[in-house]
């Protein structure tokens, strides 16, 4: 034979990088049974009966495993491994209760703690008053049933697994009390890291619970990836890149903790830091933004939920009725969720009603809390948005219990009749929210929302900004499916938030828009050709000569031939002075014509959002009352003069002077047809 030198690779420690020595040692296992080389669905069920693998890939196929790759995941392992090696050679640990005679070879296990005190012949009294692990248990030797020598315990203790797998059966006293046990048993819900928990938890749970009662030990299982941190790299203090948990909850903030995990799919590793951490408070601060111009303004106007007057739901504004509906869309969607162990499409739900709530509810509904509006919208707008608050501060307790706890406190508790002391102690609302759905009116909303998105997307393409006004909007609904949405009482209001939003004056609905742009239809060639074969060139000479039959539901009809609308591609071509854009049925056409009367309505638009966000860099309460000043050219000064009324009602500002501002104003520049404009105020003395 030869020796050589060989250089490899050698396995050292991970924490601490101590190299690790190879040994063979004997150990003890639990045989898995034969791997049958044939389908599992051809086995008989001798077969199965004879294999513990096959007989927990049969428990395994009765769980919901989450994410769905898990059930692959733990069948392959169950196909590939080798017999379950349980035993390890260390010292503390789960007691191994297995005593092989060295004279005979007879191998018994101790089922009990009371039959190894029934077969004990030396040592009982070292063990008495302890628990089973050693040295105590050590000292006790059993009497062999075969030759009668006596026999003492092997040195090996379990692998952890073996103890961590028998949990549902030795915590829950399986032996002791089978009733109390049934009632337990199994587990609703496990969760763990899925790395490596396949053939370690998860499968020790399985094998225990296949062994014993062929039953699945747990019902759900919630598997998720790894912790990283936000470099990407393996979370350890040798890295530089731990994150404890104590600093991160003072630093963070343990709701943004949660927040980030609840968002996470599980089956993607999470990046854990104080940037990514930041992005997570970002979103909350939404919601925080929300409850504090609440909180403001309902301080401010002195109004109380316990003797303010609310008007009946069906009497308030469609934003109202809207915002409510949604809520309690909400808490059904997010109990839904919750219930199936979807924590991410909560989440998910959730951040959806926040952002509808911040970016469309509370923006379009901003002017009801004023004081100029009218009794009866300011006081809707107040109770509708503490409810909808209110509400959404129970759907949100298991997510984000702290949040939700604050709002709940400063919101019901002491203000509100009957409040419980905590939110966690409230009923989930849904039931409670129910009556405030409307599908109907939801359904129109959507509609508008699709169409406020067509409609900001071609003044952007126009290079249009929104606080220009434009004359006129036309939208068609195709086919009248999305169209009932909209039909009633509740379409003046829709059509008037599509304008205010739009900043247009005037919005008309149409059948379709085949009066307002030169349409073309594109026959899509590889989806056509298989179904129509030899029919293609009549139909495409059909489409080039515009010898076309629109239909209702978005479809064509060419030489006869109908197309669906998926078969076809509709290209709008806008008249001169229009837009058009179209997205699932919904078409709009703005009117992008800018007379004089318009441009200088959006000059004092521009000026009024100069002098919100001077109120806002000074640091003035909304409250505050203030004087303004414009200086500008004479011939801009004449134009804008009509609209500075408005502006101070909207500015909270006692009045609006022509001319510079004083010393020790706040002032501020913006252009108006390329020429300066300098703004200046200052808070009113309160004595004025």
């Known amino acids: 034979y030869r020796l050589d030198q060989y250089r490899h690779r050698y396995p050292h420690c991970w924490r601490c990088g101590t190299p690790l020595v190879f040994r063979l040692v004997d150990e003890w296992y639990i045989s898995m049974g034969p791997l049958y080389d044939q389908p599992r669905e051809q086995l008989t069920r001798e077969q199965v009966d004879a294999s513990l693998r096959y007989q927990i890939m049969e428990v395994v196929d009765r769980i919901r495993w989450i994410p769905g790759f898990g059930h692959e995941r733990e069948l392959d ?36 703690r009371e039959e190894l005190r029934a077969r004990a012949v030396e040592g009982w009294e070292g063990l008495e008053g302890h628990t089973a692990h050693r040295p105590h248990i ?70 225990m619970s296949t062994v014993l009662r062929r039953e699945p030990p747990f019902r759900t299982i919630l598997g998720y990836a790894t912790l990283f941190g936000e470099d990407g790299r393996p979370m350890h203090k040798s890295s530089g890149n731990l994150v404890e948990f104590d600093e991160a909850a003072e630093r963070m903030g343990v709701d943004v903790m949660r927040w980030m995990y609840a968002k996470q799919r599980p089956e993607d590793n999470i990046l854990f830091g104080y940037h990514t951490a930041d992005e997570a408070r970002r979103e909350l601060l939404v919601l925080w933004n929300v409850f504090a111009f609440f909180v403001t303004y309902a301080r401010s106007a002195g109004w109380d939920p316990s003797d303010a007057f609310a008007p009946a739901i069906s009497e308030r504004p469609v934003l109202d009725r809207w915002i409510l509906s949604r809520t309690a869309g909400l808490a059904a969607e997010v109990r839904a969720s919750l219930e199936a162990f979807e924590p991410r ?147 003046d209001e829709l059509v008037g938030l599509l304008g205010d939003e739009l900043n247009v004056r005037e919005v008309e609905l149409i059948g379709d828009e ?113 004087e303004a000043w414009v200086e500008a050219d ?31 104003a706040a002032r501020g520049r913006l252009e108006l047809e390329g020429r300066p404009v300098i703004v200046g105020l200052r808070r009113c003395d309160p004595l004025d």
């Open 345 to 491: 499409l909560a989440a998910a739900a959730l951040a959806r009603h926040i952002d509808e709530l911040s970016t469309w509810y509370l923006r379009r509904s901003r002017r009801r809390f004023s004081r100029a509006a009218e009794p009866a919208e300011h006081a809707s707008a107040f109770a509708t948005l503490h409810d909808a608050l209110l509400q959404l501060a129970r759907v949100l307790a298991p997510v984000l219990p702290f949040l939700s706890e604050h709002l709940h406190q400063v919101l019901a508790v002491g203000i509100v009749d009957a409040a419980r002391d905590s939110v966690h102690l409230t009923r989930w609302p849904d039931q409670e929210l129910a009556p405030y759905r409307d599908a109907t009116l939801e359904e129109g909303m959507a509609t508008l929302l699709r169409a406020v998105e067509l409609g900001r997307t071609l003044r952007g393409q126009a290079g249009i900004r929104v606080r220009q006004p434009l004359a006129r909007l036309w939208l068609a609904l195709p086919g009248g499916a999305l169209a009932g949405s909209l039909n009633g009482a509740r379409a």
């Open 138 to 207: 050590d000292e006790v030797k059993i009497a062999c049933r075969v030759c009668g020598a006596p026999v003492s315990r092997i040195a090996d203790v379990g692998n952890p697994w073996l103890d961590a797998g028998i949990v549902p059966f030795s915590t829950l006293h399986y032996r002791e009390d089978p009733a109390y046990w049934q009632k337990w048993f199994p587990a609703d819900f496990i969760t763990e890291s899925f790395p490596g928990q396949f053939r370690n938890w998860f499968y020790s749970l399985l094998a």
């Open 77 to 112: 392992w169950l196909r590939t491994m080798q017999d379950w090696m349980i035993s390890k050679k260390r010292y503390w640990g789960l007691a191994l209760p297995i005593y092989p005679c060295e004279a005979c070879g007879t191998v018994a296990v101790m089922g009990g």
């Open 514 to 626: 085949s009066g307002l742009v030169k349409r073309r239809v594109k026959p899509l060639l590889p989806v056509i050709g298989p179904r129509l074969g030899h029919q293609i060139p009549a139909v495409m000479a059909a489409a080039r000569a515009d010898e076309v039959e629109y239909l209702p539901d978005g479809g064509v009809r060419l030489a006869g031939v109908t197309l669906s609308a998926d078969e076809v591609e509709i290209l709008a071509t806008p008249l001169p002075g229009t837009a058009v854009a179209h997205h699932q049925g919904v078409v709009v056409v703005i009117d992008t014509t800018i007379t004089d009367e318009l441009l200088i309505e959006g000059h004092a638009r521009e000026l009024q959002r100069a002098l919100q966000d001077l109120r806002r860099d000074a640091g003035l309460a909304i409250a505050d009352r203030i």
């Open 634 to 664: 004479e011939a801009i000064l004449a134009r804008l003069d009509p609209y500075l009324a408005s502006i101070a009602q909207e500015t909270n500002a006692a009045l609006v002077h022509q001319g510079p501002a004083p010393a020790g």
